[in-house]
C-alpha cells in the first residue's frame, strides 16, 4: 500500500531563514513522483516542486528545493529565505506511475508560521 | 490562476439534500480528479476520470457520483447530504493520465446544516 507520511503538524520559523519540511513515503512500485502543494488561508493548492523517482539530482524550483533520499524514502522539502507569505499549511504527495494507480495520495500536511 | 473552475465556490444546504458541483479543467487536460479536504480526514481522492471514462475510485462514498462530459467538465454530485459531508471539495486535472502534477481550482465549500 502507499503512504506519505508528515510528522510535524506544525513549523515556526524566523523570516528569512531556512526551514525543512519533513516527508517520507512508502510505495512498492518502481517508478513513482513526489510532490508538494501549499495552501494557504485562502484555500486554493497550489503546486511548488516535483521529484521523479529515476531523477539523479534533487529538484530545485527558486526559494523551494526537494531533498530526495530514495534509500531512506524521504523527500523533505526546504524553503531558503523564508517570508512572510510563506505562512501555509504544506502538503506532501506522491503518485505512482505504474501499476494502474491513477490518483495522488496526500500527507497529513504541516502547518508552517513565518514569524517576523 | 490555475485555469481550473470550480462552481460553486460556496453552498450551504441542509442534510437530507442534493447538491451538485461543477468543475472545468484547463484547456486541453483530459484528467479530472475530485478530492475532498475536511478538517478530521485531510484530502481524500475520490474519484478520477481521463477522457469521459472513470479511471480510479477512492473513497467516495455511494451516496456521491461523478461524471466527465464529452467537453471533459465533471460533475460531482452528492445526496442525501449529512452534516460530516461538510468540506472543501476540490477539482484538479492534469493533461495525462498517469503523469504530472494536478493543477487544483479554487474549491467548493460545501456546509450542511
Known amino acids: 500500500a502507499q503512504k506519505i507520511t508528515q510528522t510535524q503538524p506544525g513549523m515556526f520559523v524566523q523570516e528569512k531563514e531556512a526551514v525543512t519540511l519533513d516527508c517520507t513515503y512508502d510505495t512498492s512500485d518502481p517508478s513513482y513522483g513526489l510532490f508538494w502543494y501549499k495552501q494557504p488561508s485562502s484555500g486554493e493548492m497550489i503546486f511548488l516542486i516535483y521529484q521523479g523517482s529515476y531523477d539523479q539530482q534533487n529538484a530545485t524550483e527558486g526559494r523551494y528545493s526537494l531533498n530526495f533520499q530514495k534509500a531512506r524514502k524521504s523527500a523533505n522539502l526546504v524553503i531558503s529565505a523564508s517570508q512572510l507569505g510563506d505562512s501555509a499549511m504544506y502538503f506532501c504527495?506522491?503518485?505512482?506511475?505504474?501499476?494502474?494507480?491513477?490518483?495522488?495520495?496526500f500527507g497529513a500536511g504541516t502547518r508552517l508560521a513565518v514569524h517576523p | 490562476d490555475s485555469g481550473v473552475t470550480q462552481t460553486p465556490k460556496h453552498l450551504i444546504t441542509a442534510t437530507g439534500q442534493r447538491v451538485t458541483l461543477r468543475c472545468s479543467p484547463r484547456?486541453?487536460?483530459?484528467?479530472v480528479y475530485w478530492y475532498q479536504q475536511s478538517l478530521d480526514q485531510g484530502l481524500q481522492f475520490l474519484i478520477q476520470y481521463y477522457n469521459g471514462e472513470e479511471r480510479a475510485k477512492g473513497n467516495i462514498l455511494e451516496r456521491f457520483s461523478a461524471q466527465q462530459f464529452p467537453d471533459l467538465h465533471s460533475e460531482l454530485n452528492l445526496s442525501s447530504l449529512e452534516l460530516g459531508d461538510s468540506a472543501l471539495y476540490f477539482c484538479?486535472?492534469?493533461?495525462?493520465?498517469?503523469?504530472?502534477?494536478?493543477?487544483f481550482g479554487e474549491g467548493s465549500r460545501l456546509t450542511v446544516l
Open positions: 484538479a486535472s492534469s493533461p495525462g493520465r498517469n503523469t504530472g502534477e494536478l493543477f
Open positions: 484547456s486541453g487536460d483530459l484528467s
Open positions: 504527495a506522491m503518485r505512482a506511475l505504474s501499476g494502474g494507480y491513477n490518483k495522488l495520495i
